[in-house]
């Protein structure tokens, strides 16, 4: 653009130089008061100014033109700048995002982790808990139990009953008083744990063996079938909800034509009892099934 500039101008120039002279002239022969106007003259010199006048203006225009395309050049590489400034820090700033987010993301990650670790340890702590609260919780028959036992032992009704305890000890006392009053409910005529059941043992004596402790419910009867039949039922539905029974093979002697068991309560059963025997059962059962599969 600049030489195409420089080169107009010289075009210029050149034609002021060239029709300078006659220019002159012309002018002189204007000034003498006593001539006549060239119009020859001027029709002579008038295409030459003209051409003169439009290369000028050709120059100025373009010169004009150049100014102003170089303001746009100008603007544009303040743009293009400003742009690539702009582009620039939006790059850095999704840069430190991204790190930022890293960062959170560690610490989310790291969060959840120690709250795994924590909610494993608080699930070994209830399950440590619950393991000592399934050795030594009290053996109890809920009122939905006793209804349930109840409502199957309502056959035997107005048969006979006789609970026993073989301490004063508060668990065997409260158990004994559930199966008393479950078998009042089915209608039996039951004799409650009051006394103390003294079982026929030997005075101590030195070289008597030891005897281990009885526990559990133990159930006797009268040998009829009957009473049988009873004490087999009652230890089935304390067995359904997870308390140790037993039926002993020797019975008690016949009491005229009356039907009688005796319920005795004994220390309650080392390990769980209840519920949590019916839990630990059924995941013994869960894992065997696994294994054979």
Do not use: C
Not at 56 to 75: D, I, M, P
Not at 204 to 223: D, L, M, Q, Y
Not at 251 to 264: D, H, L, M, N, Q
């Amino acid at each position: 653009m600049v030489i195409a500039l420089a080169a107009t101008l010289l075009v210029v120039v050149g034609l002021v130089l060239e029709y300078w002279h006659e220019i002159k002239e012309f002018w002189e022969h204007v000034r003498w008061p006593m001539a006549a106007f060239p119009w020859g003259k001027l029709v002579a010199i008038s295409g030459g100014i003209l051409v003169t006048l439009g290369v000028a203006g050709e120059l100025f225009f373009t010169y004009q033109a150049s100014r102003v395309e170089t303001k746009l050049r100008e603007n544009n590489h303040r743009i293009e700048v400003l742009l690539n400034k702009e582009a620039g820090d939006a790059w850095n700033a999704a840069e430190s995002a991204k790190a930022t987010a890293k960062g959170f993301e560690s610490q989310i990650a790291g969060a959840n982790a120690r709250a795994a670790e924590a909610n494993r340890i608080a699930e070994e702590e209830r399950l440590a808990r619950a393991r000592i609260e399934a050795r030594v919780a009290w053996r109890h028959l809920t009122k939905e139990q006793q209804s349930a036992m109840a409502e199957h032992l309502k056959r035997f009704s107005g048969q006979w009953g006789n609970i026993g305890r073989v301490s004063y000890d508060v668990e065997i006392t409260s158990f004994a008083t559930d199966i008393a009053k479950t078998l009042q409910a089915a209608g039996w005529h039951v004799l409650p744990p009051s006394a103390i059941t003294m079982r026929g043992v030997p005075a101590p004596a030195f070289g008597n063996p030891i005897e281990p402790v009885i526990t559990g419910v133990t159930i006797n009867s009268t040998p009829d079938s009957r009473a049988r039949e009873m004490g087999d039922a009652v230890s089935s539905e304390l067995h359904s909800f997870g308390y140790d029974a037993t039926v002993e093979p020797k019975r008690e002697p016949a009491r005229g034509k009356f039907s009688i068991i005796w319920v005795t309560v004994e220390a309650r059963p080392e390990g769980p009892q209840g519920e949590y025997k019916l839990q630990v059962e059924r995941e013994a059962k869960a894992k065997n099934a696994a294994k054979t599969k």
